[in-house]
């Protein structure tokens, strides 16, 4: 599964924008972007993948990592845009593993336009 990243300086945001089918491995890639930037929000873009290969149990080792990146570069929050169902329905279940490891800054959002609202209106205030 591809990804593209961009950074946005002003609002010191990583946009990663997913493609295709993932697994868990994929994803784990992304908690080693930004290097040579100082983010202080993410923006995972789900809605351009079509298959999820995973399970939750699977799934369950992506906040141990995803902690670590945030201890490393003083995330303040990740956003989940999740389009259809599926993608909110996955986006809930890694919003649940969060939690459960004591990660409660994860937001799922419906569109690109509600996480830059949620950006600007939430998370750099």
Not at 111 to 118: D, H, M, R
Request: charged residues 25%.
């Amino acid at each position: 599964m591809p990804f593209k990243y961009d950074y946005e300086p002003v609002s010191k945001t990583i946009n990663i924008r997913m493609f295709g089918e993932t697994t868990v491995p994929e994803i784990l890639k992304y908690c080693r972007v930004g290097n040579g930037v100082v983010p202080e929000i993410i923006v995972v873009h789900l809605e351009k993948v079509d298959n999820f290969l995973f399970n939750s149990d699977e799934a369950s080792i992506i906040p141990v990592y995803y902690k670590n990146f945030k201890e490393r570069k003083n995330i303040k929050g990740t956003v989940l845009v999740a389009s259809s169902d599926l993608h909110f329905g996955v986006a809930r279940m890694f919003q649940i593993l969060f939690e459960i490891n004591n990660e409660d800054d994860i937001f799922i959002v419906n569109s690109e336009n509600e996480a830059i609202n949620l950006v600007k209106e939430e998370l750099l205030t």
